[in-house]
């Protein structure tokens, strides 16, 4: 009998651990803010090689957020959204990303004038097709602010764009 009741005993403990790490593991990823959702569109669905078309970045933002935009006119300030493209023989990115409609507004805290993005941020970039379906990887790097609550953030992640070639 007290065997029985020494196991129950110890299985009891097992799961209050397993209850309590999984108690602060999920208040770990509550705690994870990320008031960017980045989507990508590509211009053509199907394109032929020596064609060029438009990737076109959209990004959602969260309510009291900016994105800074990529284009900035400072060295001291907010960290500009970035792009990075990996260089493959299968595309050519021409020319640099454009931000459309990016508002302009001097920052107190950063005491620079920025350009920035807030509701939705959109980037353009074109891109020259040399081969059959390329596959157009890079980063971005960028920083958000909400403008009450004045916290900021550092973000990145990866993209894999497809491209589909026709003859």
């Known amino acids: 009998m007290k065997s029985i009741i020494d196991i129950n005993m110890m299985n009891n403990k097992v799961?209050?651990?397993?209850?309590?790490?999984?108690?602060?593991?999920?208040?770990?990823?509550?705690?994870?803010?990320?008031p960017?959702?980045?989507?990508?569109?590509?211009?053509?669905?199907?394109?032929?090689?020596n064609e060029t078309v438009e990737i076109v970045f959209q990004v959602i933002l969260d309510e009291g957020w900016h994105l800074y935009g990529n284009i900035q006119n400072y060295d001291m300030g907010p960290?500009?959204?970035?792009?990075?493209?990996e260089t493959q023989p299968k595309?050519?990115?021409?020319?640099?990303?454009?931000?459309?409609g990016a508002k302009s507004e001097f920052d107190t805290?950063?005491?620079?004038?920025?350009?920035?993005?807030?509701?939705k941020a959109t980037f353009s970039q074109t891109v020259k097709i040399l081969d059959s379906n390329p596959i157009i990887k890079g980063t971005y790097e960028?920083?958000?602010?909400?403008?009450?609550?004045?916290?900021?953030?550092?973000?990145?992640?990866?993209?894999?764009?497809?491209?589909?070639?026709?003859?």
């Open 15 to 34: 799961w209050i651990w397993v209850a309590w790490f999984s108690l602060v593991f999920s208040m770990a990823q509550a705690q994870i803010l990320n």
């Open 36 to 49: 960017a959702k980045w989507q990508y569109k590509v211009s053509k669905e199907q394109v032929k090689i």
């Open 79 to 85: 960290m500009p959204t970035e792009f990075s493209f």
């Open 91 to 100: 595309y050519k990115i021409v020319g640099t990303v454009k931000p459309v």
């Open 109 to 119: 805290v950063f005491d620079v004038t920025v350009n920035y993005f807030e509701g």
């Open 142 to 167: 960028y920083q958000v602010c909400h403008m009450t609550q004045g916290k900021c953030i550092l973000l990145s992640d990866d993209f894999e764009i497809k491209i589909k070639t026709t003859p």
